[in-house]
């Protein structure tokens, strides 16, 4: 049925559609992270140390509170996992220069090459799927990720046309 007002046909809104939708995403989310997960469990690692070493590489020298705020998880899951990769040589903890109460994280040499090479694949499968989509689609793809995480979240995340929205 099309919106009289606006001669927009909602058939994507169905139930099955969106149900799909979900489903996908589980699919989508299990084969993106399986490849990673493999390299992981060889060092006892798990997706919450994937996330660490993820977002300290894309933001060397980011603090304790910028990752818990990322991650959204208590300080003690995030000191275990931490506490983890620096005891074993994949990420530094530095005090901050202005205020010593801070702690900024980066990547060790090793930190940075298990990062690559968990992203290696990732950014493999993403390029892939982007190829065969084409540019609309992606496009698309990003209006709809950035519809779905919470709005707090979304100024991470600016405009590709400044003119856009």
């Known amino acids: 049925m099309t919106d ?3 001669g927009i046909n909602p058939l994507f809104l169905r139930d ?3 149900r799909q939708a979900i489903e996908l995403l589980f ?3 299990r084969d993106f992270t399986a490849e990673p997960d493999a390299i992981l469990a060889a060092y006892g690692f798990g997706r919450a140390h994937h996330r660490v070493i993820y977002f300290v590489g894309r933001h060397p020298g980011m603090t304790v509170s910028d990752l818990l705020a990322i991650l959204k998880i208590t300080k003690q899951s995030l000191s275990r996992v931490l506490g983890q990769l620096v005891e074993e040589g994949f990420v530094t903890q530095r005090t901050g220069a202005r205020d010593r109460r801070q702690r ?5 040499e090793k930190g940075l090459e298990l990062e690559r090479q968990l992203t290696e694949r990732q950014r493999a499968r993403f390029a892939r799927a982007y190829r065969e989509a084409g540019a609309e689609a992606v496009e698309g793809f990003r209006q709809v990720m950035l519809g779905l995480i919470d709005d707090a979240d979304r100024p991470r995340f600016p ?4 003119g856009r929205r």
């Open 16 to 18: 099955e559609e969106l």
């Open 159 to 162: 405009t590709k046309n400044p």
């Open 104 to 108: 900024l994280l980066e990547l060790t």
């Open 4 to 6: 009289l007002k606006t």
């Open 27 to 29: 699919f989508a989310y």
